[in-house]
């Protein structure tokens, strides 16, 4: 043994990382999302976890957030901190289509479920590290408004189809605020929106007292922006509550009408599952129209859990074309771990292989491995006990990994196959041609 000395063993804050019984369960959950996503004709789509910097900032102050790459060795010289972990899936999006535009086919649907990086302090449902499942649609000039409602209704499929908890996806329209600050004689409407983005986490009287001393908003301009976030309501009758506070301007107008279109085309989900919310504003500089905040409603004070919206000008950055977007995306490590937490999510086996072949003696392992390589061939998952072993340690074996059936070949030439079913402790011959596991 070396008598290096030992590094502890302990993962980096912020940086999950499961058993396996926990991560089986995790891909199933990318299974299913993909298997939604495509369901809608979005396609698969993956970037570069590594972009230049000048991409990664075209759009919105999120330069204390990324992480930056430089090699160990690098010199003086070397410029290779231009390179930068994507802290989102959009931005690389939206370069991804210019540097594809001549080969895509408008409008472009796609999914992308990738691991990105924040430099942000751990705590609970923040990491940095973490795996987002995103869909976006991107067009030439003009995104039809319907995509702004079919993006929330597969997310409402997908969040259904996982069984998580109850939850509501909030929803505004960025015009909406800026139209309503404009039209009280705010001069800057997007520091206000990036300070109203700040409510879940200062509350009502934080924001108040950044609008006046940040923003520069007097005391009457601040309530009427506290007034119009406190505006919440299950359907298109949002637009009434907006009315009565007084406020015209054609941009709030736009907005209300954008806002009340996407809420009518919602309107056949469960109630309460989509709510217009006037309090979201996505403090994201990119973000012009519908925007999409998705929260649990056990847990009130835990972050969002999907989140997106529409950008009218995020690919436009990278090429002399008119790209707008819209999109939204899952939380799935935010969602996955919280629900781990609160031992909401039953751990899956430790093992994906449906069958144990057991090895009954040394001289036997070839028909062992024959064995495996026959139900493989069925489709079957297979794993070869790894040495001839005591039989009772082999059933122990394949009983801590979750495999759910034993298979014993001929411990002689004169004998049968059989099979254990872990679940029932059945033990019965069986034909390698034709026996399959019962259903789940």
């Known amino acids: 043994m070396s008598d290096a000395p030992i590094v502890r063993p302990l993962p980096v804050s912020g940086f999950p990382e499961w058993l396996p019984e926990v991560r089986i369960v995790e891909q199933r959950w990318l299974d299913t999302i993909r298997v939604v996503f495509e369901r809608y004709g979005f396609c698969s789509v993956e970037t570069p976890s590594v972009e230049a910097l000048d991409v990664l900032l075209a759009k919105g102050e999120t330069s204390q957030e990324v992480y930056t790459l430089r090699r160990l060795q690098a010199d003086a010289a070397d410029d290779s901190a231009r390179l930068g972990l994507h802290f989102d899936l959009t931005v690389p999006f939206a370069r991804y289509v210019a540097a594809h535009f001549n080969e895509l086919v408008f409008p472009f649907k796609r999914y992308q479920m990738q691991r990105v990086w924040r430099g942000e302090r751990p705590q609970e449902g923040r990491f940095r590290e973490f795996t987002q499942c995103d869909i976006d649609v991107i067009n030439v000039d003009r995104v039809p408004l319907h995509f702004d409602a ?16 109850p939850w509501t996806l909030n929803i505004n329209n960025r015009k909406v605020l800026q139209g309503f600050y404009e039209g009280i004689g705010i001069g800057d409407p997007l520091e206000v929106i990036r300070i109203a983005d700040r409510m879940d986490k200062i509350g009502p009287a934080g924001v108040a007292d950044l609008l006046t001393t940040r923003a520069g908003l007097d005391a009457d301009q601040a309530r009427a922006c506290l007034d119009l976030a406190a505006i919440r309501a299950p359907g298109a009758g949002v637009v009434d509550e907006v009315r009565r506070l007084g406020v015209k301007g054609d941009l709030l107008d736009e907005g209300l009408d954008e806002l009340a279109t996407v809420l009518d085309d919602l309107a056949d989900l469960p109630a309460g599952s989509v709510v217009a919310d006037l309090s979201i504003a996505r403090g994201l500089d990119y973000y012009t129209g519908t925007v999409y905040e998705a ?46 937490a609160e031992g909401l999510l039953t751990p899956g086996p430790a093992s994906p292989a449906d069958v144990l072949v057991v090895v009954p003696t040394a001289e036997r392992r070839a028909q062992a491995l024959a064995a495996a390589a026959a139900l493989r061939a069925r489709g079957l998952k297979v794993e070869t006990y790894h040495q ?35 679940a029932s402790g059945e033990q019965a011959t069986a034909d390698l041609d034709t026996w399959s596991p019962p259903p789940a």
């Open 388 to 422: 001839a072993d005591k039989l009772a340690r082999q059933v122990r074996y394949a009983a801590r990994k979750g495999i759910g059936h034993v298979w014993f070949p001929p411990f002689a030439d004169d004998r049968d196959h059989e099979v254990k079913d872990m």
């Open 150 to 165: 079919e993006l929330p209704r597969i997310v409402h499929e997908v969040l259904t189809t996982l069984g998580v908890p």
């Open 295 to 340: 929260k649990f409603v056990d847990w009130p004070d835990f972050g969002s859990i999907c989140s997106g919206g529409r950008y009218e000008n995020l690919a436009g950055s990278f090429i002399r074309r008119s790209l707008p977007g819209v999109g939204i995306s899952i939380g799935l490590t935010r969602i996955f771990a919280k629900l781990l």
